[in-house]
């Protein structure tokens, strides 16, 4: 058993220690000037990685609480909603408008596919959709959509346009305003590469228009009362303070080196990890994979579901499961967070003692059938 866990999962992914060390340091009082200071700084950054003019909202709540805000302040049931639903995360805004009782439809594609531009322009084009939801990357594929292309569309449609891009500021490239995302959302514990609990939503000035003409359905999560107190450096709750002592760092450490720094970082893990798996029987599950993850499907003689454990158990590397009808054809690889070439030979000569070792299995119960 080696004992340094490695983390292939897309949330929480390691740390650097700098970030652990600002972690366990005991936390200043935020009602402060400098405190304020802090919240101007990080609201400025989190801008540039968005890649937007426009505004910033910080959450504690994870990336899902981000989402629901979105139903919260810019839908109601006077609108009707197109969602892309690739995988969970599609689902995931399926299942936000249900349980807020929101008019939506939805393109349903099979798992790791891309979106038909000519099928979506099509929908869109019947001006029957006030917006547009989707994922910027479909985390339980692997799968990537064109967000820029799809974002000329309800441009062109003047389609109000959704994007959680959770999984992918940071990781792959994201242009919020050029692409003409009017909202989208981010969170703390993937290619920040910091602990679970913080989330971002960032919208343009068409989205805080928006504001005005709903009603906000939450107490905690009006957009409209967070715009107003980090006017001033405040947030209306007591923050995850912690958190924004190693955010706070973390996007100074990604504006001095630059957004791509980090993204081109994410794309040479992810094609040494794809290049190292191609001397292994495992294919790639989605057409177009992000640098955030790698999706695998296994051979039809090998469970994904026991392997993720056993790499757990006997190698303690840790790689995300499928759920539903994947779960035992298809496992996801992150990319994300403190890891290097050298864990990522350490998790592919893994997989591989595993395959090995169930071939031995499988030899042996032949051999024993035989001389029976
Ligand atoms: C991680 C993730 C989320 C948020 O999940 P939480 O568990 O609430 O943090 C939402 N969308 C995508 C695409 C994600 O990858």
């Not at 709540?61 to 919260?72: H, N, P, R, Y």
């Not at 715009?227 to 947030?235: C, K, P, V």
């Not at 794809?274 to 993850?293: E, Q």
């Not at 996801?332 to 997989?351: C, K, M, P, W, Y």
Request: overall charge neutral; charged content about 20%; some cysteine.
């Amino acid at each position: 058993m080696n004992n340094k866990i490695r983390l292939f999962t897309p949330g929480p992914v390691t740390m650097s220690t700098r970030m652990l060390a600002i972690g366990a340091s005991q936390l200043p009082y935020n009602r402060t000037e400098q405190f304020s200071q802090i919240t101007f700084e990080i609201i400025k950054d989190l801008k540039y990685i968005f890649g937007t003019r426009g505004n910033v909202v910080i959450f504690t709540a994870s990336g899902t609480g981000a989402m629901e805000a979105v139903i919260f302040n810019f839908l109601d049931k006077s609108d009707k909603v197109l969602i892309v639903n690739g995988g969970t995360f599609g689902q995931r805004w399926v299942d936000i408008c249900i349980q807020h009782a929101i008019p939506f439809e939805q393109i349903n594609l099979n798992p790791g596919q891309p979106i038909s531009l000519k099928d979506l322009d099509h929908k869109l084009s019947s001006q029957e959709y006030s917006t547009l939801l989707i994922n910027a990357h479909e985390t339980s594929t692997g799968m990537i959509y064109d967000t820029k292309a799809i974002g000329e569309l309800t441009q062109k449609y003047g389609v109000f346009f959704v994007v959680d891009a959770i999984s992918t500021i940071c990781a792959d490239i994201f242009m919020m305003d050029e692409w003409h995302v009017d909202v989208s959302l981010l969170s703390s514990q993937k290619a920040l590469a910091l602990p679970p609990g913080l989330s971002f939503l960032a919208l343009n000035k068409k989205a805080r228009l928006r504001l005005e003409t709903k009603t906000c359905q939450s107490y905690y999560f009006d957009i409209k009362v967070y715009l107003a107190n980090q006017s001033r450096g405040q947030m209306p709750f007591t923050p995850v303070i912690g958190h924004y002592m190693m955010l706070h760092e973390r996007l100074r450490e990604i504006r001095l080196r630059g957004i791509d720094f980090f993204v081109s970082r994410h794309s040479t893990l992810a094609e040494y990890f794809r290049k190292g798996m191609k001397r292994l029987p495992f294919n790639f599950f989605s057409t177009n994979p992000s640098n955030a993850l790698t999706a695998m499907s296994c051979p039809k003689d090998i469970d994904a579901f026991d392997l993720v454990k056993r790499l757990a158990d006997d190698y303690n590397c840790f790689v995300a499961p499928n759920g539903g009808n994947l779960k035992h054809k298809v496992f996801r690889v992150s990319h994300l967070g403190e890891q290097n070439e050298t864990d990522i030979d350490f998790l592919i000569n893994a997989l591989e003692d595993i395959l090995n070792n169930y071939q031995q299995t499988k030899n042996h119960i032949i051999m024993e059938k035989e001389n029976y």
